[in-house]
């Protein structure tokens, strides 16, 4: 049976809670980059549960935030579509004892490979942390309904089928699966979540000056970019920062367009203060994540059933409210109406976009009670040491094979 977040709260205050029914295998959660926020939390609060877990990657996350020039980027692809797939096929081809593997969307096909070349004692979670070919689709690398994309959608099927269960993000995310792939019976819904370690005590407090938004993390062609543009192009009220610590093709072409119009130092073209600045590392990122009163999260039309930005919890568990420039169809904009947690904005409404800088610059206490209701859901619902619960429940049923 799919649930549907936010859950009941629960009531185990941290990690060491007890949980029966332990997965006796060996669990590894699989990446082909280093997920060192919520994937480090998550493994953390399986093993003090008691669960044999382990994270298993190609790439670091700090390398992956170094992945820059061309020769970087040609390393880092041989590293994850090339050198990773066939450390994952060793894996699952050598060894002998029961493993539980959570084989994430990322490397694409690597679940595919591991259901092909497992031994007999490993079973297989599809962790989908994007859907595909949809991605592909959506990217231009390959056209919608095309021989590609149909023989991509047969493997993606297959792979479905032959997993003992399909972890999806969030119940769009899921219902867009079954409109692709017919229903999908093992299927279970599991947030991303975030680590609220960092954070825990940090409830958030009236502040005077400019409102804070910040953009953290990647800004790829999943987000949409023309909406925040154009509003950026007609002038933020004068009491907003709005800072970008990002990366992506995305970002690089928000950053660019705007220096085209205000160059670095200018005074004139844009009002408001902007800042587009490097990603965050390990570094500073909590300081810079309890700076911020909103987080600016955005999916592109088309992409409501494709992806949910994770960076929507980390934000979240930080004390940020959470404006969303999504489709209302879509997991995030879902989220932000369940906890009444922030603002929401369709993808090409401007002037609603900017009708709602204005409320957030004329309206401090609004501003202060959506981040506490930020704060709250996200530590009480999305936080790890709450969806290490789930997961449990859900490696325990394929160990029994009612997955």
Known sequence: MIKKFPLQKRLNPDCLCF???????????????????????????????????????EVGQKDYWEVKGIGSRIAFRFRAYVWYPLRCVWRFLSGSRPLLAVVSTNTFYVPLLAILC????????????????????????????GVVSNVLSSLIA??????????????????????RFGRIKNARVIPVGADGSPFLGKCPSLRAGAVKILYSGNFGRMHDIETIEKAITLGLPLNVSLVFRSSGAGY???RDNIRKIRPTGASVGIRGGIEF??????????????????????????????????????AMVAGQAILAIAPTNSDLAELVRDHNCGWLVEPGDVDGLIRTFEE?????????????????????????????????????????GDA
Request: net charge positive; glycine share 8%; hydrophobic share 45%.
């Open 19 to 57: 949980v029966s029914n332990i997965p006796k295998n060996k669990v590894e959660l699989w990446s082909s980059v280093e997920y060192a926020g919520f994937g480090r939390a998550l493994v953390r609060c399986l093993s003090a549960r008691g669960v044999l877990a382990s994270l298993q990657y």
């Open 118 to 145: 497992k031994r007999r004692k490993v079973r297989i979670v599809h962790w989908v942390l994007d859907l595909y070919p949809d991605v592909l689709e959506l990217h231009g690398v390959i056209k919608a309904g």
């Open 158 to 179: 297959f792979t479905i089928r032959a997993s003992s269960a399909n972890v999806f993000l969030g119940r769009h995310l899921l219902a867009h699966a079954e409109s």
């Open 252 to 254: 690089r072409r928000l």
């Open 277 to 314: 600045r490097e990603s965050l590392g390990d570094d500073g990122w909590r300081d810079e994540m309890l700076s911020a009163d909103i987080a600016l999260v955005t999916v592109r039309r088309g992409a409501e059933g494709v992806i949910m930005p994770s960076k929507t919890y980390s």
């Open 360 to 400: 957030i610059v004329g309206s401090r206490d609004l501003v202060l009670r959506k981040r506490l209701a930020a704060y709250h859901a996200g530590h009480a619902y999305f936080d790890q040491k709450v969806l290490a619960d789930e997961w449990i429940k859900l490696l325990h049923s394929t160990e029994n």
